[in-house]
């Protein structure tokens, strides 16, 4: 089960966290690469990826953080979540009405494995994406 919280939708790689993330202090806010000392991901980048994630952790800092790595175009492309973090949909929120960014934000109860994925925000929609969707649709009669 799903459900939208910021709208929007977005088709990437998806990038699972192991362990929850404070942006602020464990995320290089000019590069989108995870640099918190310990972390399993560290060193990996959030940008163009759907980050998922069970939660946040940390500072209400993180929201200008998310929202900052937006504008710079080096933030996740979508965000899912295991719990609902206001604080991650703020900072897609503040990005998206102050720079026009879009990063949609749903959290999702299944658990949801590494892989090309489509999200949509406001229907709460996470789907594995077809590798190639033209080929697909050229079959759709069979």
């Given at each position: 089960?799903?459900?939208?919280?910021?709208?929007?939708?977005?088709?990437?790689?998806?990038?699972?966290?192991?362990?929850p993330l404070s942006l602020?202090?464990?995320?290089?806010?000019?590069?989108?690469?995870?640099?918190?000392?310990?972390?399993?991901?560290?060193?990996?980048?959030?940008?163009?990826?759907?980050?998922?994630?069970?939660?946040?952790?940390?500072?209400?800092?993180?929201?200008?953080?998310?929202?900052?790595?937006?504008?710079?175009?080096?933030?996740?492309?979508?965000?899912?979540?295991?719990?609902?973090?206001?604080?991650?949909?703020?900072?897609?929120?503040?990005?998206?009405?102050?720079?026009?960014?879009?990063?949609?934000?749903?959290?999702?109860t299944e658990p949801l494995?590494?892989?090309?994925?489509?999200?949509?925000?406001?229907?709460?929609?996470?789907?594995?994406?077809?590798?190639?969707?033209?080929?697909?649709?050229?079959?759709?009669?069979?």
């Open positions: 089960m799903s459900r939208g919280v910021v709208p929007g939708r977005a088709i990437a790689e998806t990038l699972v966290l192991e362990e602020w202090g464990g995320v290089d806010t000019t590069s989108g690469r995870i640099v918190e000392k310990g972390h399993p991901q560290c060193g990996e980048r959030l940008g163009g990826r759907i980050l998922v994630l069970d939660h946040g952790r940390g500072s209400s800092s993180s929201s200008s953080v998310l929202a900052e790595m937006l504008r710079l175009g080096v933030g996740p492309v979508g965000i899912v979540l295991r719990e609902n973090d206001s604080i991650l949909a703020i900072g897609a929120l503040v990005a998206q009405a102050l720079y026009g960014t879009v990063c949609p934000v749903v959290v999702a494995a590494a892989g090309l994925v489509e999200i949509d925000g406001e229907k709460g929609i996470v789907m594995l994406a077809l590798e190639n969707p033209g080929e697909d649709a050229d079959n759709s009669d069979h």
